[in-house]
């Protein structure tokens, strides 16, 4: 953790993944036991001991666990997780940080016969819903399951044929063309000793015998004329396998897909609200991954500049919107690998990795999946264009082979255009986009900063807002604190003067420069502490101010 990044934390609310202790002189280890236990309990988090829990926080340090490395074995001894831990050193003193890790899918972690949570400033027991909930999440593949009383009679064979064709193509193997419907079927493990699943119903059952059999396997399509509006304009209930209507899904869609005009030079460029890559990709996900154990309907709602998909179940066991890049957990595998197979998702789990980069490429907001909870997954498709000059300027340079980028790659470009932090998985990214020109590093050090490079600026025409980002060189702020020392050679210059001359340099960074030019015989400094004031010359060469 850097001291930006606990800067910024401590800003946040507390919540079940981040608490914070004073813990000045000591804290108790069966209680720091006790707390990674509710922390792994809800998806992990971080412990910040020295740090006060109310608003707004201080650090005050703290003297607890003196012997990380002996605390971490005892962690492990205890709970068989490995927690990490670390310390952040500040003038105001010491700062004990621990990283808890989730727990296992399916496994709650429990210490002296308890599985602790929070519960407000508490810890209490985990109640038994909340257990059964956990221990349902290591349950069988519900797409594997057998549906009872099914026949291959209630599958559609024009979407098993659409299925057969789609399959051959992506792979390549033309005797797929010759074997029969049910061998197709039980080669792609959708049927099992000639039982029909319910992965085989979702994806090619009639409409009667979904409504007999999974009448909750539903799409509903809404669509409303503003976001004011409670009454949509139009509804479509797809309640059929998914290989009959998802081409019809998407058509209905495109049929209010609005075309955005955006002019370069003499070029003009349409762009379409709501890319069908991202749209066909959010659909995949929410047929592959909502929980058919709910009653609930896949419900979309399309609005003039927004899409909104909500799907029954949460995330699958082990995602978050944090990780969902770097994590897959499929919740209906059988359905995930069809999908697979036809070349509509890739088996790696790469299609949350298509929706932000189509997204950040057309220069729209990323999906949003604010509104998640446990009961649904809420992902929301802003499709309005946002900085033009930005989506021109990442193919100017895609054009150029400055690449390949990866996703990740994209969203470190995607949070520097819009001057946020970058997160801290990324950013090992920006060595890659630092060497090919695309973004630059202000400042040293932690305080290094990125943003987009000279070249960007001088693209857009906008080469003075760059050197307002980049600042003054290190010779002409060097200069600037000369200057200031001069025009009062008298009285001098307190360093709180100085930082006013140069306020976008911290309080170190100002030391630093000051240093520099008192090494080179440019100014000398009388007094201590904050009494301390500078003067133009070396020492040797002072004259002593007269007192006042």
């Keep these: 953790m850097t001291p930006e990044e606990l800067q910024h934390i401590m800003e946040g609310q507390e919540n079940e993944h981040l608490e914070f202790k004073e813990a000045k002189t000591s804290f108790e280890f069966e209680e720091l036991v006790q707390y990674s236990v509710a922390l792994a309990n809800e998806g992990g988090g971080r412990m910040v001991l020295g740090v006060t829990n109310k608003q707004p926080r201080k650090i005050v340090g703290s003297q607890a666990f003196q012997d990380l490395e002996r605390t971490k074995l005892g962690l492990m001894d205890r709970l068989h997780l490995r927690i990490d831990a670390e310390v952040l050193q500040f003038p105001e003193g010491r700062v004990v940080a621990f990283q808890v890790p989730p727990r296992p899918i399916g496994m709650p972690v429990q210490y002296k016969g308890a599985y602790w949570m929070r519960s407000g400033e508490s810890l209490v027991p985990m109640t038994p819903d909340q257990l059964k909930r956990i221990f349902d999440e290591s349950g069988p593949d519900f797409s594997a399951e057998i549906a009872r009383n099914a026949t291959f009679d209630d599958l559609n064979p024009k979407a098993i044929a659409r299925f057969r064709e789609m399959w051959k193509r992506k792979s390549g193997n033309s005797a797929l063309q010759s074997i029969t419907d049910v061998q197709l079927l039980t080669d792609a493990e959708l049927l099992v000793d000639s039982a029909v699943t319910y992965g085989a119903l979702i994806l090619f059952g009639t409409g009667k015998a979904l409504g007999r059999h999974l009448a909750q396997s539903e799409v509903v399509f809404e669509y409303r004329s503003s976001e004011a509006s409670v009454q949509f304009q139009q509804r479509n209930e797809f309640r059929e396998g998914f290989f009959l209507f998802d081409d019809e899904l998407w058509k209905t869609i495109n049929l209010r897909n609005d075309v955005q005009h955006y002019q370069e ?28 154990r709910l009653s609930g309907s896949v419900f979309i709602r399309q609005y003039p500049k927004r899409i909104e998909i909500v799907s029954p179940g949460g995330f699958p066991p082990g995602i978050t919107p944090e990780n969902i890049l ?11 690998e069809a999908f697979a197979r036809c070349g509509l998702v890739e088996r790696s789990g790469q299609g949350a990795d298509r929706m932000f980069e189509e997204s950040i ?67 090992d990214r920006l060595g890659f986009l630092k060497d090919r020109g695309i973004v630059e590093l202000t400042g040293r050090g932690r305080g290094a900063k990125p943003i987009l490079s000279r070249r960007f ?90 007192a006042t």
């Design 457 to 546: 600026y001088a693209f857009l025409g906008k080469k003075g807002v760059y050197t307002r980002k980049r600042g003054l060189d290190r010779e002409t702020n060097k200069a600037l604190l000369l200057q200031h020392i001069q025009h009062f050679r008298q009285e001098g210059s307190r360093l709180q003067d100085l930082k006013q001359v140069l306020p976008q340099l911290t309080h170190d960074q100002i030391q630093k420069l000051m240093r520099e030019l008192k090494d080179d015989g440019k100014v000398h400094m009388i007094g201590t502490t904050n009494s301390a004031r500078w003067f133009p010359g070396p020492l040797k060469d002072a004259i002593a101010p007269k």
């Design 326 to 336: 770097l994590r897959q957990s499929p919740r209906n595998r059988r359905i995930a």
């Design 265 to 292: 030079g003499l070029f003009v460029w349409d762009i379409k609200t709501f890319n069908e890559k991202v749209v066909r990709e959010a659909i995949l996900n929410a047929v592959s991954h909502r929980d058919y």
């Design 361 to 427: 490429k057309e220069s729209k907001p990323r999906p949003d999946f604010t509104g998640t909870d446990d009961y649904q997954v809420s992902l929301s498709l802003a499709g309005e264009v946002q900085n033009p000059r930005f989506l021109t300027f990442l193919q100017h340079v895609t054009q150029e082979g400055l690449g390949p980028f990866t996703t990740q790659d994209f969203l470190v470009l995607d949070s520097v255009q819009r001057e946020e932090s970058v997160p801290p998985m990324l950013k």
